[in-house]
């Protein structure tokens, strides 16, 4: 069997992991994990580490290390025989310490997006909660105002995306996310891309995975999504 290949997107809120995400899964044929994603269903479905994660995500606050590990760990051991990119875990040392005892990762990505760009962008970001697709007002809007392109149904904007929420949101980030860069980067794993721009950000991302992801394996993926 050939090497599966691991990635992780490290960015504040706002900075265009989910969009990156699903480009790479669209390209490159990984499965976009979103930690997000994956909490908002259990929050959904009112699951206990749910029902516990929702009283932290309404105050901004990030879930403890223990809850979001216990989580994410099991989901991983599902997807032994997949390729995936990893999109908002780790977010803290201890969970990428706890990742790092679990998997061998194969690149890092890094974006570093200014803080008055990220303010912007979610102020004006609208997601339909069913499927995790997200729309902005501007850079990708949806073909109706306020309705999901493919299934009609209404958008929402996330309550951590209100102003409220938002600014300790991208305060903490800053604080949690630096331990977890460094180690990284002592790692030799780490890249870091800054721009204002997502669609300016891709070509760089884009040339990086075709250099590192096994031909066999884009090829293999290839076949399976065309
Ligand atoms: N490892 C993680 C991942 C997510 N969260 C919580 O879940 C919320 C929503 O997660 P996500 O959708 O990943 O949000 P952000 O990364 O904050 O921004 P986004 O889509 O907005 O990336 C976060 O604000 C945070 O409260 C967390 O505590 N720990
Ligand atoms: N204006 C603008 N908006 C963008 C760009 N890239 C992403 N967005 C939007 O910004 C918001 C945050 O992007 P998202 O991918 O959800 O970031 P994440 O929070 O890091 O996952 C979404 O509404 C995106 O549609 C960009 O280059 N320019």
């Known amino acids: 069997m050939s090497k599966l290949f691991r ?28 930690s997000g994603d994956f909490l908002r269903e259990n929050i959904a479905a009112k699951t206990e580490a749910g029902v516990l994660a929702k009283t932290y995500i309404e ?3 990030l879930v403890p290390d223990h809850v979001m590990t216990r989580l994410m760990l099991p989901r991983l051991e599902e997807m032994t025989r997949h390729s995936w990119l990893l999109d908002g875990f780790p977010r803290t040392l201890a969970q990428a310490e706890a990742l790092n005892s ?25 997601i339909h909660p069913a499927s995790g697709r997200v729309y902005n007002m501007f850079f990708n809007p949806p073909r109706v105002q306020g309705v999901d392109d493919i299934s009609g149904e209404p958008l929402i904007q996330h309550e951590d995306d ?8 991208l305060r903490h980030y800053k604080d949690v996310a630096k331990p977890v860069i460094d180690l990284y980067r002592a790692k030799g794993i780490l890249h870091m891309f800054s721009d204002t721009e997502t669609d300016r950000i891709w070509p760089y991302v884009s040339s990086l995975l075709s250099a590192k992801i096994p031909t066999d394996l884009a090829d293999a993926q290839r076949a399976t999504t065309h």
């Open 162 to 169: 209100k102003p409220e929420a938002l600014v300790a949101r």
């Open 59 to 61: 105050k901004g606050a």
């Open 7 to 34: 990635a992780v997107i490290l960015g504040p809120p706002g900075s265009g992991k989910g969009t990156i995400s699903e480009r790479v899964a669209s390209c490159f044929g990984l499965q976009h994990l979103s």
């Open 102 to 126: 679990a998997c061998e990762l194969d690149v890092v990505i890094s974006l570093n997006i200014p803080l008055e760009t990220l303010k912007e962008r979610l102020r004006h970001r609208w």
